[in-house]
């Protein structure tokens, strides 16, 4: 007890979040931990009045968490100001993976 084995991480923009830096530890993985982070964040950015939540991800079916893909400009328009997107136009480069949204309300 006492050890953190999980976290995640928000962004915010102005009536928006970027999800970030999911994680688990490996022995602790497989008990549920995982979605109820996600569904924190969700949670979180519901009860800041965000209309919708941000992520981009390498993998992963984020449907079953209310996500649907959406096209990076919508992220990268929607967010300007996260660390994550101004770190990815300072180097003039783009996430890889899938971009996702979720509509809060």
Same mark, same amino acid.
């Given at each position: 007890?006492?050890?953190?084995?999980?976290? @995640?991480?928000?962004?915010?923009?102005?009536?928006?979040?970027?999800?970030?830096?999911?994680?688990v530890l490996p022995e602790a993985r497989g008990g549920g931990l995982g979605r109820r982070l996600?569904?924190?964040?969700?949670?979180?950015?519901?009860?800041?009045?965000?209309?919708? @939540?941000?992520?981009?991800?390498?993998?992963?079916?984020?449907?079953?968490?209310?996500?649907?893909?959406?096209?990076?400009?919508?992220?990268?328009?929607?967010?300007?100001?996260?660390?994550?997107?101004?770190?990815?136009?300072?180097?003039?480069?783009?996430?890889?993976?899938?971009?996702?949204?979720?509509?809060?309300?």
């Open positions: 007890g006492g050890q953190p084995v999980g976290a @995640i991480g928000l962004e915010h923009g102005e009536g928006a979040s970027l999800l970030r830096g999911a994680a996600v569904m924190s964040a969700v949670e979180y950015a519901q009860g800041r009045g965000d209309r919708a @939540i941000y992520m981009f991800s390498k993998g992963g079916d984020w449907g079953t968490f209310g996500f649907q893909q959406v096209p990076l400009a919508v992220v990268m328009g929607d967010v300007p100001d996260a660390p994550q997107v101004q770190a990815y136009r300072a180097r003039g480069d783009r996430p890889g993976g899938t971009t996702w949204m979720r509509t809060l309300g």
